[in-house]
């Protein structure tokens, strides 16, 4: 039998060991259809080789596995009500494994005579060394082909699954019995070229594996395996995504004329770099191809991201057509405005500014201009997107800071044209692997090279006894004329938290420096209140802001030249690296301190140490992507982002090329396939992986 997509899909319910009552707690795991049962891998392998015999144990031991009997299992109530397991294993040393609030579960789960593994850190208390709150699994002693190799599969399970008996033991004993009772009917998905150029297992050898693997070798050859799957299939829905949009006809630019040549030679007051040339003539290129362009514009904060996309609307405006700019703050949308219609005005063009805190009058005359196609730059926050903006012929839209828009925002801003042209830009440097999986139905530009003059901020860390020095450089600076950030983690002191705060550092601040105008900004404070420090800064008023992170994106002050980050071991390296961004905009040297208290997890030193070695945001993001995986790059859920249930972007890279090329192959017939394989392929894509991935499609 050649297996079916249709067993796939068939309902666990009624597989061997499952039942109504174990089916619904599943289902509420996620785990609903034969497929979910197979992809539910497990979270981590017991090896017989890395048990540690219990009488080994020390206090110093960190994380360990034992493996032994149970003896005795009960509830203490005497002191501390509290549970307690008590394990032998070959060494005929004892363990105790205790656990105390809501024990009402896992009362019911041990047995005397059970043979269990538990997983946490041991400590020595009274005569028996203890476990708190362990890891468990139970294991198979009385199934030879479950329990006899060297690795054992452990599966998470929450504790509605607990309660229904369904450990990791049960889940072994249910997926062993839909290989032996309907493992032919399992097919396979890839077709045979594709795995023999990758030199891939067969899909239902690596399946097993995955779960019963016979030696370690197999189950990394299954971990490739089943990574390169998931990988290819969604690169293949962005190529199906891709090449949809390309069948799309677009509007159709003529070549960059009068109004980009006077811009550049005439109001321009620098030359381009040669990173900003490139990507200007592939925008350009985009732009009169006759198809809609999608093209995302990474660039580090300060590389000219915005000249490049202001050459890029005067390209749309000479060819009769409106232009937007959608910033995801009032504070960056007011920047753009200021210093795009500038340059507007120098070729008597009329830019418009549209946000949420505008005065009626202002607001129904900024209407009137777009709707009359007077203005030819709107520039505004999600405001642009509201009922009662109507453009007369939209023809270029630009979304800066693209990421803190969802896919709904930035399509409802496309909707307000006949399908206009695309550009999308990040100063938050992605990593390729991530860039290949969020982005790769979308046209990727990158700017590196920074204008010339620009000198790389000098970064240093520094502990809490070393805050006099830091100190010494601000008011250094500010004699020279220059200013500072002193950006805090929180608004308020936290009772829950032992973080500084920016109310209470603005205090400090203002006394330390007797005579020197300071400025407070944070989340909680109304835009306008916001706006009007921000001004008073950027005008020079003000020497020193105390701020918390709202000032990461946007802000633009030539004039500050330093940055202190207090508690800086509690923030994300993107974050650091954005913040690190608002100084060292102009010829004069600046300076990024990172203060910073012990003790430092390792995680925290780890970024401390990549802020003080590199610049490169690039090499930064590499580094962050590690440190807390795609899911949490960019500080929240990015929309769109497929949740991987094996792949891991940080550390598969090689995995997602090979990927990302066997489905440039198969789009332009460069793999071979039979009719049989193709609708296989076509099925468990349009089964598993349309609905699950529809949402990636991006605009």
């Known amino acids: 039998m050649s297996g079916s997509i249709d067993f796939l899909n068939e309902s666990i319910q009624f597989l061997k060991g499952v039942g109504p009552r174990r089916s619904e707690a599943m289902e509420n795991h996620g785990i609903r259809t034969v497929n979910d049962l197979l992809q539910f891998y497990p979270r981590r392998y017991l090896d017989r080789a890395t048990v540690t015999p219990i009488k080994h144990l020390t206090d110093s031991s960190g994380p360990t596995t034992v493996v032994g009997t149970v003896i005795s299992a009960g509830t203490v109530r005497r002191g501390r009500r509290r549970f307690e397991v008590v394990i032998r294993d070959e060494s005929l040393a004892r363990l105790k494994c205790v656990w105390f609030r809501r024990t009402g579960w896992v009362e019911k789960v041990f047995s005397v005579g059970d043979r269990v593994a538990f997983h946490g850190r041991p400590q020595k208390y009274g005569r028996d060394m203890n476990m708190v709150h362990p890891d468990f699994d139970k294991l198979d002693e009385d199934g030879p082909s479950l329990d006899t190799g060297r690795i054992i599969a452990l599966y998470s399970g929450s504790a509605d699954l607990q309660e229904t008996g369904t450990t990791s033991k049960t889940l072994r004993r249910v997926?062993?019995?839909?290989?032996?009772?309907?493992?032919?009917?399992?097919?396979?998905?890839?077709?045979?070229?594709?795995?023999?150029?990758?030199?891939?297992?067969?899909?239902?050898?690596?399946?097993?594996?995955?779960?019963?693997?016979?030696?370690?070798?197999?189950?990394?050859?299954?971990?490739?395996?089943?990574?390169?799957?998931?990988?290819?299939?969604?690169?293949?829905?962005?190529?199906?995504?891709?090449?949809?949009?390309?069948?799309?006809?677009?509007?159709?630019?003529?070549?960059?004329?009068?109004?980009?040549?006077?811009?550049?030679?005439?109001?321009?007051?620098?030359?381009?770099?040669?990173?900003?040339?490139?990507?200007?003539?592939?925008?350009?290129?985009?732009?009169?191809s006759g198809r809609q362009m999608n093209r995302l514009l990474q660039g580090d904060v300060g590389c000219g991201k915005t000249v490049v996309a202001i050459l890029a609307l005067l390209h749309a405006i000479e060819n009769g057509y409106q232009t937007a700019i959608m910033a995801p703050t009032e504070i960056l949308?007011?920047?753009?405005?200021?210093?795009?219609?500038?340059?507007?005005?120098?070729?008597?063009?009329?830019?418009?500014?549209?946000?949420?805190?505008?005065?009626?009058?202002?607001?129904?005359?900024?209407?009137?201009?777009?709707?009359?196609?007077?203005?030819?730059?709107?520039?505004?926050?999600?405001?642009?997107?509201?009922?009662?903006?109507?453009?007369?012929?939209?023809g270029l839209v630009v979304v800066d800071e693209q990421h803190r828009f969802g896919v709904m925002q930035r399509l409802a801003l496309r909707e307000k044209g006949r399908d206009p042209h695309m550009l999308l830009m990040t100063a938050t440097p992605i990593p390729r692997s991530l860039a290949l999986t969020l982005y790769g139905d979308l046209d990727v530009s990158v700017i590196r090279e920074m204008p010339p003059g620009r000198k790389p901020v000098r970064t240093v860390a520094k502990k809490e006894l070393e805050r006099s020095e830091a100190y010494d450089l601000i008011r250094e600076q500010i004699e020279s004329g220059n200013q500072a950030y002193i950006v805090y983690p929180l608004v308020e002191e936290s009772e829950k938290l032992d973080l500084k705060d920016a109310q209470t550092g603005f205090e400090k601040v203002v006394a330390e420096f007797p005579g020197v105008s300071v400025g407070l900004v944070h989340g909680r404070m109304k835009p306008a209140e916001k706006d009007d420090v921000m001004r008073q800064f950027k005008n020079g008023d003000l020497k020193i802001v105390v701020s918390t992170t709202v000032i990461e994106v946007g802000v633009d002050v030539p004039g500050a030249t330093v940055m202190v980050i207090e508690h800086a071991e509690r923030f994300g390296l993107s974050q650091l690296h954005q913040l690190r961004g608002r100084v060292g905009r102009s010829t004069e040297q600046s300076y990024c301190i990172l203060m910073y208290d012990y003790p430092v997890s390792e995680d925290g030193r780890i970024r401390i140490d990549t802020m003080v070695s590199t610049n490169d945001g690039f090499k930064v993001s590499e580094t962050d992507l590690r440190l807390r995986g795609a899911g949490d790059f960019f500080g929240t859920r990015q929309s769109g982002l497929p949740e991987f249930k094996i792949a891991d972007l940080a550390s598969d890279g090689d995995v997602l090329m090979e990927a990302r090329e066997a489905v440039e192959a198969l789009m332009s017939d460069g793999v071979s396939a039979s009719d049989e394989e193709k609708a296989t392929l076509s099925g468990y894509f349009s089964t598993f992986v349309f609905e699950e991935q529809a949402g990636m499609i991006r605009i």
């Open 175 to 288: 997926i062993y019995g839909l290989f032996k009772d309907h493992g032919t009917r399992i097919p396979e998905i890839l077709p045979e070229s594709i795995r023999t150029r990758f030199q891939l297992l067969d899909g239902r050898v690596a399946r097993r594996a995955i779960h019963f693997p016979k030696s370690q070798s197999e189950l990394d050859a299954a971990r490739r395996r089943l990574k390169f799957e998931e990988l290819f299939f969604v690169q293949l829905m962005l190529a199906k995504t891709r090449q949809l949009r390309n069948r799309e006809p677009g509007l159709t630019f003529d070549a960059p004329g009068l109004l980009c040549q006077q811009f550049m030679e005439a109001v321009l007051p620098f030359s381009l770099t040669n990173d900003q040339r490139r990507v200007a003539e592939e925008i350009f290129a985009d732009c009169s």
């Open 333 to 394: 949308a007011e920047q753009h405005y200021q210093s795009i219609s500038g340059y507007m005005d120098a070729l008597n063009l009329e830019t418009t500014l549209l946000k949420g805190q505008q005065k009626a009058a202002v607001r129904r005359s900024a209407l009137e201009a777009i709707g009359a196609g007077k203005t030819k730059v709107t520039v505004g926050t999600h405001a642009l997107i509201q009922e009662g903006v109507a453009f007369d012929n939209l």
